[in-house]
């Protein structure tokens, strides 16, 4: 489908980060990660943290979803549960001209499609001092 959110790479492996109290974490769904370092996130027993420092992740970065329709990018807001429909949004007024979009707030606009008609695409931007790294 898509990845959006923060992401780090630690002993080779991607894990989705969350940071709380200058302290970061790894999260994983994956139980055998157990023995690996991770506990159970409170809660829940189908999530599974880590804590971790910077120096010990290989690499971080955060990951923007995006779709290209007729030429044209729009990000990803999200998808709607109910239809499986995925919400593109865009503030390009050329876009308008062009697709089939409808208003979405102030100088914006919506269009709601199957994941199958779009070309889905991420920027991965890196964070937490990975910045200066060569890629």
């Not at 970061?24 to 999530?47: C, K, P, V």
Request: glycine fraction near 8%; charge should be negative; proline fraction near 4%.
């Amino acid at each position: 489908m898509f990845r959006r959110g923060r992401f780090a790479c630690w002993k080779g492996n991607e894990y989705e980060i969350s940071s709380r109290n200058r302290q970061i974490y790894l999260t994983s769904t994956d139980e055998a990660q157990l023995g690996n370092g991770f506990s159970a996130m409170d809660g829940t027993s189908a999530s599974f943290v880590r804590p971790v420092t910077i120096s010990e992740l290989e690499d971080a970065y955060e990951i923007i979803p995006y779709a290209l329709v007729k030429g044209h990018r729009f990000a990803v807001e999200g998808i709607d549960s109910r239809t499986g429909l995925l919400k593109l949004v865009t503030h390009n007024p050329f876009a308008a001209k062009k697709v089939a979009v409808q208003p979405y707030g102030s100088g914006t606009f919506m269009i709601e499609m199957s994941v199958e008609d779009v070309q889905l695409a991420e920027d991965r931007i890196p964070i937490l001092g990975f910045e200066d790294r060569l890629a």
